[in-house]
């Protein structure tokens, strides 16, 4: 495995910057190296979000995107502005009501917002369901690391519809199918 | 003294966070400050954790007062930090004066954000490099130190209040808003090892408070022990009394910089990475030291011979070892997130041996791995 960086990229109250959290921790508890940086200022509070999360075997360097390779898009305003900037041959991974006049080439689309919505009742599991879809699409973590992780990271009372938007997000990709 | 720390294992935590960890380990015991993004998170970890470990953290009204508040505590036996940023170091300046003339141990943290002014709250910047320096009025002494990752974080906190104590003066952590908010993978130490300011062991009536020991550093008398006791940052005699005596005066200015001058190798750190058969060097600190490595790297790929050269204490300024740097290779580019504040001292200490170029990026943006690459490709490329 070499460096990989991860942007997650969606709205204020989709969860994005916990998910970035829970990605590194994650990454940590599958034995590698993680950093987490997060956007500052006004886009905290309300509109967009974002999370990157770099990953390495051995030692991170950067701990800063420096050409992302993995995109997780999950508003319309998030995918308008990262997708254009990413890399070709990356993965990305787009929310299904993110539209656009031609769908950018190799996109994976996954209801990972109405997959949150029914799991939780609301949206700010999304970014946990993302990670889900990342996880069995990718297997850049370990499925049982992601589990520990969020139950490290999430409080008490969601825990358990959170878990279950976990599940259900692994189980809208196939387990592997991409690397 | 060895401490041992109960935290062991491998860890996501973020930069400031590390700081106040660090800090405990040291046996920090009082916190005086005023929250100023990129710092904040400081002052929430320690206004939560400082009550655990029987300290004190105080929230003052100002910066000035936060910096007055810590050289009280410092002077009364405790170990004692601050933490803060541009506008709030400003503020400060005057009081580390003060420290550095009435030879107050203590901590101050700058976690750097764009300036000059308010200017960018949540956007890194290296723009007060030469503050932390010269910010205050006088030949003063400064011992500061630039962690690049979260582990040096917690490393350089320990490191800052130990040289603090070792030589009775203020130190500063500097660092920027990247550092301070990123969320890394850390292992920490199973133990730090901790130094305590001397204090006296002579009877009460024969004990001075500003009496040097050889090494230049005076015993320190915790207020009320019931030994003489007075503080000033007017020029003072041994007995720590104010005079116009032009001898004493001067004496005592030169011992505040020997004190320090007279143990570089105890201050200074410097990280040198693939120098040995190095055309082109890397002069980078802090974030832009990480880029650097990464630049260092892919160049080597190309077959660049690139290494870096990475300062942990900036001041005193590593002259030796970048003079050593400048003898082996033909350029040394100093990359800096400012308009080029360390770039004279490196050519100051590289005396024309080594062409000297910058790579400096203001207004909020880090200089990145790819754009250092590109730097060390087109030196290359000027040399073959």
Known sequence: MTRREIRIAGAGGQGVVTAGRILAEAAILSGKKATHSQLYGPQARGGSSRSDVIIAPDTVGFPLADNIDTLLALSQKAFDKYVPELAVGSLLIVDTQCKSDTPPEGALYFPIVDTARLATGGELATGLVALAVLQAHTGLIDADALRKAVSGRIPQQHLKSSLEALEAGMELAPQGALT | ?384
């Open chain 2, 1 to 384: 003294m060895t401490i041992q720390i109960t935290m062991p294992g491998e860890k996501l935590i973020q930069g400031n966070e590390a700081c106040v960890m660090g800090a405990i380990a040291s046996g920090c015991n009082f916190y005086g400050g005023y929250p100023i993004t990129p710092s904040s998170e400081i002052a929430e970890h320690m206004v939560r954790r400082m009550p655990k470990v029987g300290g004190v953290s105080i929230q003052m009204e100002d910066e000035i007062s936060a910096l007055a508040s810590i050289i009280g505590a410092s002077l009364a036996g405790s170990k004692a930090m601050t933490a803060t940023s541009g506008p709030g170091f400003s503020l400060m300046q005057e009081h580390i004066g003060f420290a550095a003339m009435a030879e107050v141990p203590c901590v101050i943290v700058n976690v750097m954000r764009g300036g000059p002014s308010t200017g960018m709250p949540t956007s890194p910047s290296q723009g007060d490099v030469m503050q932390a320096r010269w910010g205050t009025h006088g030949d003063h002494p400064a011992i500061v130190l630039a962690p690049a990752s979260v582990g040096e974080v917690f490393d350089l906190t320990v490191k800052a209040f130990n040289l603090a104590e070792r030589f009775r003066t203020p130190v500063i952590l500097l660092y920027d808003e990247i550092i301070g908010h990123t969320r890394e993978s850390v292992s920490l130490p199973e133990s730090v090892t901790v130094i305590d300011r001397v204090t006296p062991d002579d009877a009460l009536e024969e004990f001075w408070p500003k009496e040097a020991d050889p090494d230049g550093v005076p015993a320190m008398s915790p207020f009320g022990d019931g030994r003489r006791f007075h503080v000033t940052g007017l020029a003072h005699d041994h007995r720590g009394f104010p005079t116009n005596d032009t001898a004493v005066a001067e004496a005592l200015i030169n011992r505040l910089h020997r004190k320090i001058d007279a143990h570089l190798d105890e201050v200074i750190e410097v990280e040198e990475y693939l120098l040995d058969d190095a055309d082109v060097a890397i002069f980078a600190y802090g974030i832009v030291g990480r880029s650097a490595k990464l630049a260092v790297e892919r160049a080597r790929l190309n077959g660049i011979k690139a290494g870096l050269i990475r300062p942990l204490t900036l001041w005193p300024f590593p002259t030796a070892q970048v003079a050593e740097v400048a003898r082996k290779v033909d350029t040394i580019v100093v990359a800096e997130m400012n308009l080029g504040q360390l770039v004279g001292e490196v050519e100051r200490a590289a005396k024309g041996q080594a062409e000297v170029v910058s790579h400096l990026r203001t207004g909020g943006e880090p200089v990145t791995p790819t754009a250092l690459e590109e730097v060390l490709a087109k030196i290359d490329g000027g040399n073959a």
